[in-house]
């Protein structure tokens, strides 16, 4: 169910706020700021359009669902996608129909929570679905890699380039954010890494199975 707050977080995320402004002026955790832009479908944290161009689409959506037009045309006219469309119609009290609805990060969540066992010093252990060689998983028709949904949760941004597991894990089939460097990580520390304040370390991930799950 999307509440104001989750409307509020992906209007901040479209308007090009980065996850530490969300949370510091809205008070959610990165569980909560991760979970919208999936249902969103908010492909990258840095909007395309300003606050302004948002909300002029967002009044120009409602009176079309309003005139009874439909998603397609919708989406063609606002450049909004079906997510916000369908939020759009629900703040507003436009009757929804019920098969527009879809279970989808539920399964997402199920999905990852099944392959995923809690290991000891902070290490989160991948089981693989059947017939996967990598972090990768199906559920609901899409493709996701857990490795990298860990490593949003963790580090509260999604990560740049490649990921890597940090001098400290040698856990092959470890997922554990706190346990992963991305390019941007990498760069600034090398490998392997001189101490700094913001280097990865071997501490438990706050939420190491439940990437996306409501909070
Ligand atoms: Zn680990």
Partial sequence: ??????????????????????????????????RVRYSYTITSPR??????????????????????ATHASIRAATGLNSNKIAELRRE??????????????VAVDEAFRSYTRSG???????????????????ASGGRYNARRLAFEQHHGRPPEGRLRRTPDCAIPNCIAGAHHADNRISDRHGSPYEPGSDRPTLTSCPSPTSPLAAS
């Fill in 47 to 68: 909007a395309k359009r300003s606050a302004d161009d948002l909300a002029r689409a967002e009044a120009q959506a409602v009176g079309m669902l309003r005139a009874g």
């Fill in 1 to 34: 169910m999307t509440s104001k707050r989750d409307s509020k977080i992906a209007a901040m995320l479209r308007a090009g706020a980065t996850y530490d402004e969300v949370r510091r002026q809205l008070k959610v955790g990165n569980t909560a700021i991760i």
């Fill in 92 to 105: 507003n009290r436009i009757p929804i129909p019920l098969k527009n609805r879809k279970p989808r990060l």
């Fill in 120 to 138: 000891t010093d902070g290490h989160v252990l991948w089981i693989k679905p059947a017939g996967s060689r990598t972090f990768d998983f199906k």
